[in-house]
Nanobody
């Protein structure tokens, strides 16, 4: 059984930073692409970023390019999302997801296990 647990969310002012972490247990983490998704209030879940099995290849939604960075530590079974220059429109529940593929991008159907999510609120 694969389990994903996120942490690092919270309340931050516009322009601030947060670093989300997602620890994965079960499965073979180093063989899996990972993704971060978010669900803003009263909106559908949307893709944020993904990273391939080795960390060499990443993919971002346009609105976070240059502000967010996804990374991973295969020795710790952990994927990170560094979020800088946060805006109110980044407010959402952020969830990590595992893909059984070595590389995946923004299709939800490519991901088979999901975490419960962590709340990120950007407000003054």
């Amino acid at each position: 059984q694969v389990q994903l647990v996120e942490s690092g969310g919270g309340l931050v002012r516009p322009g601030g930073s947060l670093r989300l972490s997602c620890v994965v247990s079960g499965g073979i983490f180093s063989h899996s692409a990972m993704g971060w998704f978010r669900q803003p209030p009263e909106k559908e879940r949307e893709f944020v970023a993904s990273i391939n099995w080795s960390g060499a290849k990443t993919f971002y939604r346009d609105s976070v390019k240059g502000r967010f960075t996804i990374s991973r530590d295969n020795a710790k079974n952990t994927v990170y999302l560094q979020m800088n220059a946060l805006k109110s429109e980044d407010t959402a529940v952020y969830s990590c997801a595992r893909s059984p593929n070595l590389y995946s991008e923004d299709e939800l159907i490519d991901y088979d296990y999901w975490g419960q999510g962590t709340q990120v609120t950007v407000s003054s």
